[in-house]
């Protein structure tokens, strides 16, 4: 559909960024915060630690008055479970609690929504040596979180996401450092997907204790959402595309939005005699966790052929080789590439909008998105960035045409406010607006620097989305 004039982008539109804590905060075990998977897992050779990060620990206060600085409507960041439950159930750290107080009254001082993931990558390691998400008693694990955090912070919290890319833990677990299987794992299918089962069960909980103890409080669930397309308009590459679409993104919003398994997904795990165990009640559970909006990360499409009996399985979150017996993925001639390999596709995005929304009519919310790049900091103090004003410009035009097609959005969240550690590439792979002075491996001054895009996208939020050329004007 070719617009003559686009709708505008709501009034109260939510601009704003993410971060989430593992990547962010460094103060890894300071003031009572207990390991989590990711401060024990080995890390990527040649990357960072996880230890220091950006140091929003201590720089929160700077990071915060920066994102005012640039008009945010919202701050999306995540709550590191150990560092409120160090051993993921029981004893609360007070300095943890404290912690995220003061970050969510920070934002609140400027008006800014504090949009709050409960889980992003960081599974208590205490939590892990007790069988991690494979135990059936992880729910309740999860259930204890929940309510803590909504006990705390629900006063002042007024959006909630559940689980960040549940998807991605299921499917590249092992690349992200967070997958745990039991020593005596012999289907590891199986396993896998009671793990994912488990979460399932747990975010629909949450969903459902949320709305009963907030009531003024909206909640919803946060996957990696990439449309496949089909390599070609061969009838098996369809079947393909189907394939890959059920497995990778509508097995998690059918579930959160219905309550129900993808019947594809189901009819795969059958066959591989993978289907997870359901405990008493799990199927009610699920029926009655109701999402308010959707949140999905977006970085770009995939594209798939039938599977010719060749798909060597892996990848990362954007790059997957493919599933045996379901697709294999295809490298789209039309789309380039980041630094990172990661395709780009603006036009995607706008797709994959319009089919979200369709197959599920709730307001969504985008919690990720962006480029990863190496960015230099300048003799002047300044970092030219044009390749990611342009990439951000190119997906928000995408997303305004969505709202044009009848797209309820309520919210854009860029990945990310701040430079941070990337899940498998180091800090070298930045995505934020704002620079920081650090290298994998020496950590220097931490100082804060403003990039291109960070007065760019000010200026975009000043025009509620209406102004997307390169120009900016420094301050
Ligand atoms: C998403 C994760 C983020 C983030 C982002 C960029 O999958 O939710 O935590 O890291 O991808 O990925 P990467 O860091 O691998 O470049």
């Not at 960072?48 to 600085?69: F, G, N, P, T, V």
């Not at 040596?129 to 259930?143: A, H, K, Q, Y």
């Not at 299921?170 to 299987?181: A, D, E, F, R, S």
């Not at 097995?251 to 591989?272: Q, R, T």
Request: proline share 5%; glycine share 6%.
């Amino acid at each position: 559909m070719r617009h003559t004039t686009l709708k505008p982008f709501p009034k109260d539109f939510l601009w704003g960024a993410s971060t989430s804590a593992y990547q962010v905060e460094g103060a890894n075990l300071i003031d009572g915060k207990g390991p989590s998977c990711q401060d024990v897992k080995k890390v990527p050779e040649g990357t960072s630690e996880l230890d220091i990060c950006a140091d929003q620990y201590h720089r929160y206060k700077e990071d915060i008055a920066l994102m005012a600085e640039m008009g945010f409507k919202v701050y999306r960041f995540s709550i590191a479970w150990s560092r409120i439950l160090p051993k993921g159930t029981g004893e609360i750290n007070p300095k943890g609690i404290e912690y995220y107080n003061n970050v969510i009254n920070e934002c609140l001082k400027y008006d800014m929504v504090p949009l709050v993931t409960m889980f992003h990558f960081d599974m208590p390691a205490a939590l892990d040596e007790r069988g991690s998400w494979s135990n059936p008693e992880s729910v309740d694990w999860f259930l204890e979180f929940a309510r803590v955090m909504f006990e705390n912070y629900g006063d002042r919290v007024k959006y909630w996401l559940t689980i960040n890319e549940q998807n991605m833990l299921t499917l590249v677990g092992p690349m992200i450092g967070t997958m745990v299987l039991p020593k005596d794992t012999k289907n590891v299918l199986k396993e896998i997907y009671q793990q994912n089962h488990h979460m399932l069960v747990a975010q629909a909980k949450a969903m459902a204790l949320c709305h009963e103890m907030l009531p003024g409080a909206k909640i919803g669930p946060a996957p990696n959402i990439s449309l496949v397309y089909p390599a070609t308009c061969k009838p098996e590459d369809m079947i393909a595309a189907q394939n890959f679409n059920a497995v990778r993104n509508w097995l998690y919003l059918d579930m959160a939005v219905y309550g129900k398994y993808n019947n594809i997904v189901w009819s795969y795990l059958e066959e591989h005699d993978a289907l997870p165990t359901f405990a008493p009640g799990d199927a009610e559970a699920l029926a009655n966790g109701h999402p308010d909006f959707i949140a999905f990360n977006y970085y770009n499409t995939a594209t798939v052929e039938a599977d010719d009996g060749t798909v060597v399985e892996g990848g990362d979150q954007q790059s997957s080789k493919g599933i045996t017996g379901m697709a294999k993925t295809f490298p789209n001639p039309n789309l380039q590439k980041s630094q990172f390999g990661w395709e780009i596709d603006p036009i995607g995005f706008r797709a994959t909008l319009r089919e979200v929304y369709s197959r599920y009519r709730l307001p969504i919310v985008i919690t990720e998105n962006g480029l990863g790049a190496y960015d230099k900091l300048e003799e002047d103090g300044r970092v030219h960035d044009p390749y990611r004003i342009e990439y951000l410009a190119k997906h928000i035009e995408q997303m305004h045409q969505a709202i044009s097609d009848g797209v309820e959005m309520i919210g854009y969240c860029p990945w990310s406010a701040v430079d941070l550690v990337s899940t498998h590439e180091g800090i070298r792979k930045r995505y934020g607006f704002i620079y920081v002075d650090r290298d994998d491996f020496d950590i220097r001054t931490l100082d804060r620097y403003r990039k291109d895009s960070f007065y760019w996208y000010k200026k975009v939020i000043a025009s509620n989305g209406e102004d997307l050329s390169p120009e900016f004007t420094v301050e």
